[in-house]
């Protein structure tokens, strides 16, 4: 079957059966290759994208499911000027991540900070708690999307001025 899209911005069809994973068709088809499938059972949270917004674990989506949809993987998240609230804010408090769990977890900051613009410590750990990230510090992390948040929110002052 032909699966039609929005992939990073831009409309795209691909040729897919029905049992063909989002997070293969992203990999394989579009050489998207951010999301990387691990668990393949929706726990490790290396395969995070966002799908119409929410963050889902592509390892547990078919990719016929999107037909319609709007698919934004990391690739496309850096694009964005929301990915440089987060970029900012990871620097400032000196969030590193290893290249498995960058994508992931920097994506759930970012959908965070789309429902959350003052996010809770609570918040942070339960947006991150997606992320099986055995190395870094959580307290780290709260900082890193508190100081995120610092940055969207004079960011979006100064645009409201103009
Ligand atoms: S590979 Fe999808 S959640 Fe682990
Ligand atoms: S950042 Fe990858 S295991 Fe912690």
New binding site residues.
């Given amino acids: 079957m032909t699966i039609t899209f929005i992939l990073n911005g831009e409309d795209v069809s691909v040729r897919a059966t029905s049992g063909d994973r989002l997070v293969d068709v992203l990999r394989e088809d579009f050489g998207l290759i951010a999301a990387k499938a691990d668990c393949r059972k929706g726990t490790c949270g290396k395969c995070l994208v966002l799908v119409d917004g929410r963050l889902v674990p592509s390892c547990m989506i078919p990719a016929f499911k999107v037909r319609g949809k709007e698919v934004v993987t990391f690739e496309g998240f850096v694009q964005t000027v929301e990915y440089e609230d987060i970029r900012q804010g990871v620097e400032e408090a000196g969030l590193e991540?290893?290249g498995?769990?960058?994508s992931g977890?920097l994506l759930a900051l970012g959908s965070l900070l789309d429902s959350s613009a003052r996010p809770s410590r609570e918040e942070v750990l339960e947006a991150i708690s997606s992320v099986q990230?055995?190395?870094?510090d959580p307290e780290t992390t709260i900082a890193a999307a508190l100081a995120a948040a610092d940055h969207r929110a004079r960011r979006t002052y100064r645009r409201d001025r103009q």
């Fill in positions: 991540t290893c498995f769990c960058e977890l990230c055995r190395c870094t």
